[in-house]
């Protein structure tokens, strides 16, 4: 599963690379990204993310 972060909400705290940096990375604007997708291991990670990310800028690709 992919997961997308809003670049335009992202205030860039970096908690969710904190969470899963096998997924998500800071990018040169200092905001998340989801630079790879999330094989099963990673997937409650993410999930973690989403729910605690601070403007809810995290979800999962459709
Ligand atoms: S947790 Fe949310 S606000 Fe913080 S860096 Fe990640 S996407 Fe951005």
């Not at 990375?25 to 997708?37: I, L, P, S, T, V």
Request: glycine share 6%.
């Amino acid at each position: 599963m992919k997961a997308m972060v809003d670049p335009d909400t992202c205030i860039g705290c970096g908690l969710c690379c904190g969470l899963c940096d096998a997924v998500f990375r800071m990018n040169d604007e200092g905001k998340a990204e989801a630079y790879q997708a999330a094989d099963e291991i990673h997937q409650s990670d993410v999930q973690e993310a989403i729910n605690t990310c601070p403007v809810s800028a995290i979800r999962w690709e459709e």
